[in-house]
T-cell receptor, first 110, second 119 residues
Framework: KQEVTQIPAALSVPEGENLVLNCSFTDSAIYNLQWFRQDPGKGLTSLLLIQSSQREQTSGRLNASLDKSSGRSTLYIAASQPGDSATYLCAVDYGQNFVFGPGTRLSVLP | GAVVSQHPSWVICKSGTSVKIECRSLDFQATTMFWYRQFPKQSLMLMATSNEGSKATYEQGVEKDKFLINHASLTLSTLTVTSAHPEDSSFYIC???????????????FGPGTRLLVL
């Protein structure tokens, strides 16, 4: 069964801290892995997409890594800001379907 | 980039009524569209896979007679919540799988979501 888990479920940090969000998946036969941001009441915003052949992707203060063999991905957020407060979802693309993690709720305190 | 739209973006209805949600791929064709549901503070869960010209495939636990899916064309799929009840209140998101992936970077495209509140 294809499952995706995320740790921690919730995280509250003061502004300026660097933080790491973790994602684990049971089936390593992935097409790609994607990190999304979801603000309350809003749809999904794609942050980073990592192909199965890649090890990491970077966009601004965000860096995502992928270790397919161990079934893990991490999202690193540098110098966090209050505007980063949202739910971060990890989603694994198996080619014909996505499997989403439960998300990590991030609160960055000013 | 590819765009998927959903209509309406939010809807409030009375218990017992039916609500139709549209999902459109605006600039590409999609033989496959997916419908997800998200309850508060929970992750997105796949409800069904919508295939153009054929019956939808429903995930375990999703009532096909309650959530009617029609994929009449390569750019439109509709989800109808029949006889809606308060427990159906949720955030519904669709995604579309391009007919052909033009590059390894191409993936599914997600709609903005529809928030349903059943009173």
């Amino acid at each position: 069964k294809q499952e995706v888990t995320q740790i921690p479920a919730a995280l509250s940090v003061p502004e300026g801290e660097n933080l790491v969000l973790n994602c684990s998946f049971t089936d390593s036969a992935i097409y790609n892995l994607q990190w999304f941001r979801q603000d309350p009441g809003k749809g999904l915003t794609s942050l980073l997409l990592i192909q199965s052949s890649q090890r990491e992707q970077t966009s601004g203060r965000l860096n995502a890594s992928l270790d397919k063999s161990s079934g893990r991905s991490t999202l690193y957020i540098a110098a966090s800001q209050p505007g980063d407060s949202a739910t971060y979802l990890c989603a694994v693309d198996y080619g014909q379907n996505f499997v989403f993690g439960p998300g990590t709720r991030l609160s960055v305190l000013p | 980039g590819a765009v998927v739209s959903q209509h309406p973006s939010w809807v409030i209805c009375k218990s017992g009524t039916s609500v139709k949600i549209e999902c459109r791929s605006l600039d590409f064709q999609a033989t496959t569209m997916f419908w997800y549901r998200q309850f508060p503070k929970q992750s997105l869960m796949l409800m069904a896979t919508s295939n153009e010209g054929s019956k939808a495939t429903y995930e375990q636990g999703v009532e096909k007679d309650k959530f009617l899916i029609n994929h009449a064309s390569l750019t439109l799929s509709t989800l109808t919540v029949t006889s809606a009840h308060p427990e159906d209140s949720s955030f519904y998101i669709c995604s579309a799988n391009p007919l052909t992936r033009t590059s390894p970077q191409e993936t599914q495209y997600f709609g903005p979501g529809t928030r349903l509140l059943v009173l």
